[in-house]
């Protein structure tokens, strides 16, 4: 038993002397930060039994600060921070760390003159001077810069422009943070770095240079979602389905602490749908809408998206429906565009050919309704939905023996002459007009003389118009 007893003090008696035993700066703050992240009760008292085998080294002692830092305790890590500038005053992480804790307090005034005095103190260590730039990138961009300009100077392998980046990025000057990273190797950059590279391209638009950028990172870091996310948002751009689909699959398959957007359904489910995949894209549409953190645009805009494919599948009665919600969930910020949709929607199922005659009548009706609301609620599009309004009747009658069509296209011609100038779209639509009530005129209303009259408007523009020729030396 007392052997047993003396075998059991003896390895305690080891593990409270361990501390004491450390070898060099690296393992005693390995140690420090060990025991801190223990939450022993007497783990501080076996922190400053680390901190006395180390205490002459302002950077280990620094780095025992640090670790308090890491756990939050902001007192811990300023006695540490003090003791290693005591233990070297020219040594600037001492100075770094107590900048450090004034950042992490958001004293941001105080933490720029702890990482000024680093950079008084030890003016070859670089950390200061990132510090500094990256506290003040915000405030002092151009400060921010200057201040690492002075560090390319003191150290040219230091990586400047890719520090600078970051800081024109945090200031939001996005074409100088493209500049300074494309300054910098891709090799140099972290994950992080090159997402935020590849994002700033694609806010600009410049879609396949952002696809390289994020290609990069996928190779480097393969399951970054950051980066997932950005190829799949670049082939969606530049159409590049198949590839956009199999980015897809890794964003939601095979990410690391990926968290999705609705926007990372809209594009995935975009490749689906041009990729004729049309089950799978309602699916993926779909957990827009199912999912309550998701903000009410994006479910709206996802109403279109599930209309546009149930529209190429045939199915018109559920293209409607969603299409009718896309337009309802649309109130108060209405467009042209969003009911000219919905007119085409009603077209397109008054000319198919499963349609009875008086559905299709209800969708003609239906589908004049809206651009006769389109061309009163946006008069700078009265000219193009007359122009869809003339050419419906047709689709009931394809002579159109009752003229249906003919005050549509008096009002077109009306509206094209009190042009101030005409672009060969007008003049088009013109021919189209005149041709029509030449016709009209012709075989319905058996009117040669105003017939006449329209064939010599129409030889005015286009002299060579065989009908109007022919219709003009009529008797």
Not at 23 to 52: H, M, R, W
Not at 140 to 146: M, Q, R, V
Not at 375 to 380: I, L, S, V
């Amino acid at each position: 038993m007392k052997t047993a007893k003396y075998l059991i003090i003896g390895a305690m008696m080891t593990v409270i002397s361990a501390p004491v035993m450390a070898q060099d700066a690296n393992s005693a703050v390995e140690q420090a930060t060990q025991l801190i992240k223990s939450g022993a009760a007497d783990k501080d008292k076996q922190v400053t039994a680390v901190f006395k085998t180390v205490k002459k080294d302002a950077k280990a002692v620094a780095g025992i600060g640090r670790a308090y830092l890491d756990a939050k305790d902001f007192d811990n890590a300023d006695k540490y921070a003090d003791l290693a500038i005591k233990a070297n005053k020219n040594c600037a992480a001492g100075y770094v760390l107590k900048g450090d804790i004034c950042v992490m307090k958001d004293d941001g005034g105080a933490a720029s003159s702890w990482f000024e005095q680093a950079n008084y103190f030890e003016p070859n260590d670089p950390e200061g001077y990132r510090r500094y730039a990256q506290i003040n990138s915000k405030t002092d961009p151009a400060g921010s810069i200057e201040k690492l300009e002075k560090l390319r100077s003191i150290d040219p392998s230091y990586p400047v422009d890719l520090i600078a980046a970051e800081i024109q990025s945090k200031a939001g000057n996005t074409d100088a943070a493209i500049d300074y990273y494309s300054k910098s190797s891709k090799d140099k950059m972290e994950a992080y770095q090159l997402a935020d590279y590849a994002s700033m391209l694609f806010l600009k638009q410049k879609y396949a240079e952002s696809l390289e950028v994020s290609s990069f990172g996928n190779n480097k870091f393969p399951r970054s979602a950051s980066l997932n996310r950005l190829t799949l948002f670049n082939n969606v751009n530049l159409e590049k389905y198949e590839e956009a689909e199999k980015y897809g699959e890794r964003l939601f398959n095979a990410s690391d602490d990926a968290k999705y957007s609705a926007l990372d359904y809209i594009n995935y489910g975009t490749a689906l749908q041009k990729l004729k995949k049309n089950s799978e894209a309602i699916a993926t549409f779909q957990k827009v809408l199912d999912n309550h953190n998701f903000d009410m645009d994006s479910k709206v805009s996802v109403f279109k998206n599930i209309s546009d494919v149930y529209k190429v599948m045939g199915d018109y009665p559920n293209a409607l429906s969603y299409y009718e919600k896309y337009v309802k969930g649309n109130q108060g910020k209405m467009t042209a565009n969003i009911k000219n949709g919905l007119a085409q929607l009603y077209r397109t199922m008054a000319i198919d050919e499963n349609a009875t005659p008086e559905q299709k009548q209800e969708y003609v009706d239906k589908a004049d309704k809206v651009f006769s609301e389109i061309a009163q609620e946006f008069p700078t599009f009265e000219q193009s939905v007359t122009a869809q309004r003339a050419k419906l009747p047709f689709i009931l009658d394809p002579e159109d023996k009752a003229g249906a069509a003919k005050p549509h296209y008096d009002k077109l011609i009306e509206i094209i002459n009190g042009l101030d100038s005409k672009d060969a779209s007008d003049l088009s639509q013109l021919k189209q007009a005149l041709s029509y009530n030449i016709v009209y005129f012709v075989k319905v209303n058996e009117d040669i003389a105003k017939a006449k009259e329209y064939a010599a408007k129409l030889l005015e523009i286009d002299p060579e118009n065989a009908m109007a020729k022919q219709v003009s030396e009529l008797q």
